[in-house]
């Protein structure tokens, strides 16, 4: 029976009330067990109900991989308010935007972080008219600190009515458009995702997961629901580091994990120099960028078994290689649909393509989002029968494996970080003496990709690479988005309609 998150979460807890939490990060090590994270958010949900908050609202979490993110999320389903997840990395552009356009109530973010101090960030974002409440975790102990939230206890306000299919869960992505775009989810969609992760794994015994994803994006984001909703032993870690990650597997014996390429490389680089045994990991999910078969040979060479996968945030994770597959499948294709889901591919008019045909993509199945929080959106990437345009194009074989061959989506994945190359042509061409830009992909080993920006620049214009970068730094764009690499030239190749040929610029950029 389909159920709400906040009913997922107090089973869970009611079942699983000892299961682990490792938290990794500046601070040391902590340990936590879903009944206490569990306590802790049903009192910030309480703390929400008696502040106002309800149904229709939106509540915001600008937090790494913490407990605050995870009490957020429950005291969030308590309420009946919609959480909304946000990358720490964002500056004061894509944060006001967001903030404004999700019309957030209230949000939660670090004192300081990584060098950000968030009150400033906030101000700086400029008039954000729905917000009423900031919350600060970390050393405040005044209104506005979160633990006050967590420590309310009491009887007060039950548990908001909600039903499974209600919007509780949106998510900000880039796609294509020069403006993120909100995705929305309910509990039966990622709970959905959930089950299909279940049914895949159920050969994994006694599995423990370590996550190296921000839970500002949906993959981090799954991973802590499937602490939180299944009961599953979850490490996190606050950023990044392949030499603590080999660290953290050999010494709680994790059996599963996922990143991209640079996570996996610079993990197999860290066993090898300190020596760590990584032998208990059994399962690894390589995606969100393309994925070197050097790189998956090197894993099955250290007795890690790797897989592919294929989702986004619309559609988690739709396909997904199995351990058991012939490793030729493993290597060069994403696996075949996870349980429930469905694969079409379409040509130009919406026609079915045979095996082995290439076409644009299209899915459904129990985690497809809801739409987009800009209505106007969903009548382009939705087909009649409820199928999902995803932008993406590939084939699948006689045996219902997937290949990707090219994307029609404008975007560039840098370590699993979907980019606009809008949003970075549009800070370009700002730029004095610069005509125009555009922005494409460059393989690379670690990455995935990388950004370079083309540049066609006006007469006596002397244009550097370092002298790019920091315009866009002024302009207060995120770091990954900057370009890494420059070429200027006296005009960007166009068709007859004045389009910029992107492909001719790829081609040149490798």
Aim: with cysteine; hydrophobic share 40%; aromatic share 6%.
């Amino acid at each position: 029976m389909t159920k709400t998150f906040g009913e997922a979460f107090a089973e869970a807890a009611a079942h699983y009330p000892d299961t682990p939490i490792c938290f990794q990060g500046e601070a040391g090590e902590r340990v936590m067990s879903l009944a206490e994270i569990h306590t802790r958010g049903c009192n910030v949900g309480r703390a929400f109900i008696e502040r106002g908050l309800g149904r229709g609202d939106v509540v915001a979490a600008m937090l790494p991989g913490w407990p605050e993110w995870l009490t957020a999320f429950i005291g969030a389903a308590y309420a009946g308010v919609t959480f909304m997840p946000v990358s720490t990395i964002y500056k004061a552009r894509e944060l006001g935007f967001i903030l404004r356009q999700s019309r957030s109530r209230l949000i939660v973010t670090p004192g300081s972080f990584r060098g950000v101090d968030y009150g400033d960030l906030l101000q700086s974002c400029g008039e954000l008219p729905e917000l009423r409440h900031h919350f600060l975790v970390g050393g405040e102990d005044g209104p506005q600190a979160w633990a006050r939230l967590e420590n309310e206890e009491g009887a007060g306000a039950p548990p908001a009515v909600t039903q499974p299919d209600d919007v509780a869960f949106m998510v900000f992505t880039s796609g294509t458009t020069s403006a993120p775009k909100g995705v929305l989810h309910s509990a039966e969609t990622l709970l959905g995702e959930i089950e299909a992760q279940r049914i895949a794994r159920a050969d994994i015994q006694n599995e423990v997961i370590l996550c190296p994803w921000p839970p500002g994006h949906v993959a981090g984001a799954l991973q802590m629901l499937r602490f939180l909703a299944g009961g599953t032993p979850l490490i996190l870690m606050e950023k990044w580091d392949a030499t603590e990650a080999a660290r953290l597997i050999e010494t709680h014996q994790v059996t599963s994990s996922s990143g991209t390429p640079f996570h996996m490389s610079g993990l197999l680089e860290a066993a090898v120099v300190e020596n760590r045994d990584l032998s208990s990991l059994r399962s690894y999910v390589l995606g969100a960028a393309p994925v070197p078969a050097s790189l998956v040979q090197k894993c099955e060479d250290h007795g890690i078994v790797v897989v592919h996968a294929y989702g986004s945030s619309e559609h988690p994770t739709v396909t997904m290689a199995s351990n058991d597959d012939p490793l030729d499948k493993r290597l060069k294709t994403e696996g075949r649909a996870m349980s429930g889901n469905e694969i079409r591919i379409v040509g130009e008019t919406g026609e079915d393509m045979v095996a082995g045909e290439a076409g644009e993509i299209v899915t459904r199945g129990p985690e497809l989002f809801l739409g987009y929080l800009d209505k106007t959106l969903n009548d382009e990437i939705f087909l009649p029968g409820g199928w999902y345009c995803t932008g993406d194009v590939g084939r699948l074989d006689e045996e219902g494996y997937l290949h990707i061959t090219d994307r029609k989506k404008d975007i560039i994945i840098r370590g699993g970080e979907n980019i606009s190359s809008r949003d970075v042509e549009d800070v370009a061409r700002v730029m004095r003496g610069v005509v125009d830009a555009a922005a494409v992909a460059v393989p690379d080993e670690r990455l995935g990709e990388r950004i370079k920006l083309f540049v066609e620049a006006g007469p006596g214009i002397d244009l550097s690479l370092e002298t790019l970068r920091e315009h866009y730094r002024s302009h207060g764009v995120a770091s990954q988005k900057i370009p890494e690499f420059l070429e200027v030239i006296e005009a960007l190749p166009r068709n007859d309609n004045g389009k910029v040929l992107k492909t001719e610029l790829r081609r040149a950029g490798r």
